[in-house]
Every structure is written in C-alpha cells, then in structure tokens.
C-alpha cells in the first residue's frame, strides 16, 4: 500500500492536536480547583487569571472543612447509603436477574414486560413523592435506599450475563440435591464476578453522587448526604457558618477557598479510585451496549 | 370451566410448587416494580382529581380535566414547551453527535498509548456528581471568577452569566458534553470494534484512503447504534434533565430554563399544588411516549433499525 499522504499526515497532526486540547479542557477545571484549595486564601484573592501552581500554600482550607460538622456528617451518611445502599441493589437485582435467567419458567415474560413497561412509561415525580410520604419512608434513612433498590437498565445487564452460564453446571449441582437459592450463591454468583463487579460501581457511584432523592425526601438536616451539603455550600453559597472564626475581612478568601477544599473532598474518593475501577466502568457499559 | 384451561391450571399449580423457591426469590423484586413502579402510575388519577391528603388518593373528588385546561391555558404552557423543546433541540444538534465525532477520532489515532490516556481522561468527569460540576460552574463563572478574569485581560467586559437567560441553554448544553462526551464514545468504540476488519482490507486493496474507509465503512458501521440511541434520545425529549437545571437555574433565568419537569418540582413539591403538577407531568409523560414511539416507527419504515 502507498504511504500516508500529505493529507492523512496532516489530519493525523490536527487530530492529535485536538485530542490534547480536549484533554486540557477536561483536566484544567480539576487542577485549577486542586492548585486553589491548596493556595493561601489571602494571596489567591489577589490572583487574577489561571492558576499553574498552588499560589502560596496553605492547608487552611481544608482544616476548616474537617472541622466543619456538616461536612463531617454528610460523610458519614453518605458512606452509610453507600454501603447498605448497594448492597440492598445487589440482592434485589441479583434476585430478579436469577429468575429472568431461568428457562421455563412460567410467568418470566409476563414479568420482563411488567419490568420494560416502566422504562418506558412512569408514574413521575409527584405520584412517587406521595408513595413514599404515604408509606411513611419520608425522613428515614430508607427514603435513600428503598425506591431505586433496582435499576432496570443494570438488572438486564445481569440477567445477560446469569443467562450465559453453561446450563449443564446448574443442572448437574441440581440433580446433586442444589436448591435454586444454592445454585444462584454457589455457581451463577462466582461465575457473574466481572459483571458484579460493575454493578457494584454503578450502583455505589450513584449513591455517592446521589442529592435529588435527598433533597425531596429528607427533612433532617443529620440525614443529609455529602452532595446536599456540597450543594449549599457551593451553589446556595452559605460558607458563612463555616468562617465564624475568621475576622471580617478575611472570610470572603477563605470562604472562596473552601468550596475549592470541599470541591475536593468530594471528589477525591472518585478520583483516586478511578484508574483502578476504569477497566470495570468500560466493560460495564460495553456488556449494556452489546446486548440490547 | 373447560377442560384444558383446568388442565392449565393444574400445570401452573405444579410448576409453583415445585419451583417455590425460584418464585419466593423473585417476589421482593415484583413487588419492589409493583409497589414503586406500579404505585406511583395509580397514583396518577390524581391529575384528575382534586387530591387532599385527608381524602387520599381514591376518595378525592373527581374534576376531570380541569388541571389539564388550566395548565394549557396558563402563562407557562408555551414557556415551558419552549424552553423544554430547545434545550433538547440544542443536545440533539450539539451534544448527539458529539460523542460519535469523538469516537470516530480517536479511532483514527495511531498510537494506543495516546488513545489510551485520552479515553481515561474524557471518561473522567462522567463521575463527578451533578452537584460538583454546577459548583465549579457557578464558580468560575461568577462574576469576578476565573472566566471573566481571563476574559478581562482579553478585553472582554465581565458579565454574570449564570444570571443571564440568554446563556443558559448554551451553559446547559456545553457543560453537558464537557461531562458525558468521553463516556457516550464508549459505546460507539464498541459498536467500531464489531466492524469486520477485512471490509478495511478490502477497501485498501480497492485503494481507497482513510477519509473514504470512514466515510463507507466506518460510518455505515456504527449507524444502527447511532440510531437505536437516537431512538432514545427522541424518547426522553420532554424529560430532560430536571436534576442538573434546578442546580443551575434561579429566578432570573426562568425565562429560558424552567422547564416541565423544574416546574413540576416548584409547583408540586414546593407548593404542594399535587393534582395540578400531576396532570402536566402526565402530560409530559405522554408527549415523551408519542415520541419515542413515533421515531421508532419511523426509523422502521427508512432503516431496518428499531427498538421493538
């Protein structure tokens, strides 16, 4: 074959250079907040433009949100709704995943159409907001947890991937006296790692990010998740409870600089994990992309 | 009763017995889609109601469409279908094939290493929380933040965007892709990797170069995914994302950011006017469906691509 031409060398240079300008665009915003929340408050106050580099140093920031028992509470909570949350996900989807699974089986399109119809189709926000007020979920910590318990999209990623299990391992743990409960712990489980796996991360990044449910069914301020407390403070704007000890003047740079530090907080966990888990997020939406 | 419908049931009362397990293991889940998927649709005739708490959901008093022509008539009804219908006509435009242009480049990149970094570092900020990403909005578009900082020192004279309903949809929309553009090429880069790799092959020997293996390989490669989420995207036009505008919105962008489902959380939570919220959510409701399934009949009739 002939050799690349000036054309195809000169789109291969400009496609390159797109793709780092991209790069830049999606990593800049996370630098800047990182180089912010580490700068003196004072001196990135006066700072106009970019930031390249931390700007003086000072963990002033930080110091402040850790002392600040929303924060610390929010944490709390969230790691709570992230735990159980999850793990009640897992049951339930595993559970409908495994009858799905089954053949012949009566019933089992009757209740995958049941299943469909609600991706399609649904009540909306106030006819469940008064479900779960007439079911007296509101400000409990079940509000976050119950309604959502199984996400149809990742119960028909499960239900896949239970279905391609070879058949003779069940049947022979069957005639061994396995019952289905044993059959689904001992053999569908084990083989179905990588595919739990994901699901584990879809569900616990969605808890973790979780904040409208919150906002609609929580009253209780020492119920509120991290993001409902990182919505006031970054986006309602109320640092002020957190910068009492700070004389006048100085509260309005420290309290720029801490929502950089609560930015932060917030994200780390996700950012420090991420290269760990990133092969999984893939695989996960390749599994639900492929299939459908 | 006949004698093979009897013979039916006796069949199904078999196979209940014997397989008891498998269906009380499936019974927290049909419960879980009766109760919490289920409920809430019976919870809908309150659109047609007048629903009070003391009377509940079956006692209330029947108004009929009341809430329905009250809603049609209001000042809103044409502000929200407008604002609900650009928005998604900007992401239809600028964020749909955003993704797929991404894909098609990085699947033009030679070296995997680079493909390999860029993935990880455009898949990055799917993970952030709504909440983070409308943070850092808010922040570095204040009015002495970051962007009008740099703007100033280009001469640009410093404005209060997130104030100003003329850049909403344009904040929306562009933030939108700066956090799910990375993760929606995923499935495109899927759908590349399905291509056969000799139809490559035998358009080289054909003598074609990589603009036109693209254009009649590629392309054509990936255009049943790019129409099945099309088909998606069609379907949850009316319900665009309510979650990400109530962060970003306030009272003096309304005029371009209120849409049907922000409206529904004002009104109905806020305000507790239940009925009346029910009756335009269902309205919204209804319009999405029509969509979905028009598109899907469409795309029937032109390309042998569809959802059901």
């Not at chain 2, 054509?220 to 995914?225: A, K, S, W």
């Not at chain 2, 949850?236 to 959380?265: C, H, Q, R, W």
Request: net charge positive; glycine share 6%.
């Amino acid at each position: 074959m002939n050799k690349s031409t000036l054309g195809e060398k000169s789109f291969d240079l400009l496609n390159a250079a797109a793709m780092i300008v991209l790069c830049f665009f999606t990593l800049y915003p996370f630098l800047f907040v990182a180089f912010s929340s580490l700068s003196d408050p004072g001196l990135l106050a006066q700072h106009r433009g970019m930031l390249w580099k931390p700007y003086g140093f000072s963990l002033g920031a930080y110091k402040a949100v850790f002392a600040n028992p929303n924060i610390l509470t929010g944490y709390g909570n969230t790691i709570f709704y992230v735990i159980v949350g999850t793990a009640f996900n897992l049951i339930m989807t595993a559970l409908g995943a495994y009858f799905l699974s089954r053949r012949n089986v009566l019933f089992k399109n009757a209740v995958m159409l049941m299943i469909v119809v609600t991706m399609f189709f649904q009540g909306g926000l106030i006819p469940s907001y008064l479900l779960v007020s007439n079911l007296g979920l509101i400000d409990t910590p079940w509000a976050m947890i119950i309604p959502g318990a199984v996400n149809t999209w990742n119960l028909i990623i499960m239900r896949t991937a239970f279905q391609a299990v070879p058949v003779s391992l069940e049947e022979s743990a069957k005639i061994d006296g396995a019952s289905e409960w044993t059959v689904l712990w001992r053999i569908i489980l084990p083989l179905s790692v990588p595919v739990m796996a994901v699901m584990v991360l879809f569900y616990a990044v969605a808890h973790w990010n979780a904040w409208f449910n919150a906002m609609l069914y929580l009253r209780n301020r020492e119920l509120y998740p991290l993001q409902l407390i990182l919505r006031e403070i970054l986006i309602t704007n109320s640092t002020d409870n957190m910068t009492t000890d700070a004389s006048g003047v100085d509260k309005m740079p420290i309290g720029e600089a801490i929502k950089y530090a609560t930015i932060m907080v917030a994200t780390v966990p996700i950012l420090v994990l991420y290269p760990f888990l990133q092969k999984y997020f893939v695989k996960g939406i390749m599994i639900g992309a492929l299939k459908e | 009763m006949s004698r093979s419908s009897n013979s039916r049931w006796i069949t199904v009362g078999r196979d209940l017995k014997r397989n008891k397990l498998l269906y009380l293991m499936a019974l927290p889940v049909i419960a879980y889609y009766l109760i919490f998927d289920y409920g809430p649709m019976y919870g809908l005739q309150i659109a047609v109601k007048d629903y009070s708490p003391g009377d509940g959901i079956w006692n209330s008093p029947w108004v009929g469409f009341h809430h329905f022509i009250e809603f049609f008539n209001s000042y809103y009804f044409w502000r929200l279908i407008r604002n609900t219908l650009l928005i998604n006509v900007y992401e239809l435009i600028f964020g749909f094939p955003a993704p797929i242009i991404l894909a098609l480049l990085l699947n033009e990149l030679r070296r995997q290493v680079f493909k390999r970094i860029v993935q990880t570092i455009t898949y990055l900020p799917h993970f952030i929380s709504v909440v983070v990403v409308v943070g850092m909005l808010v922040d570095f578009l204040a009015r002495d933040g970051v962007v009008n900082q740099v703007l100033s020192s280009l001469g640009v004279a410093p404005r209060s965007y997130l104030s100003e309903p003329e850049w909403f949809r344009f904040l929306y929309v562009s933030s939108g892709i700066w956090q799910q553009v990375g993760w929606g090429s995923i499935i495109y880069l899927a759908a590349l990797t399905n291509i056969d790799p000799t139809l490559y092959e035998a358009a080289k020997v054909d003598g074609a170069g990589r603009w036109k293996q693209m254009i009649h390989i590629t392309v054509p490669g990936i255009m049943p995914t790019v129409i099945i989420l099309l088909i998606l995207k069609m379907g949850s036009m009316m319900s665009v994302g309510s979650e990400k505008i109530l962060l970003m919105y306030n009272p003096l962008t309304y005029d371009t950011a209120d849409v049907i489902s922000t409206f529904v959380y004002r009104k109905g939570i806020l305000e507790a006017s239940y009925s009346y919220t029910t009756a335009v959510g269902l309205f919204n409701a209804v319009i999405a469906l029509s969509l979905l399934i028009l598109s899907n009949s469409v795309s029937k009739r032109v390309s042998e691509t569809k959802l059901w």
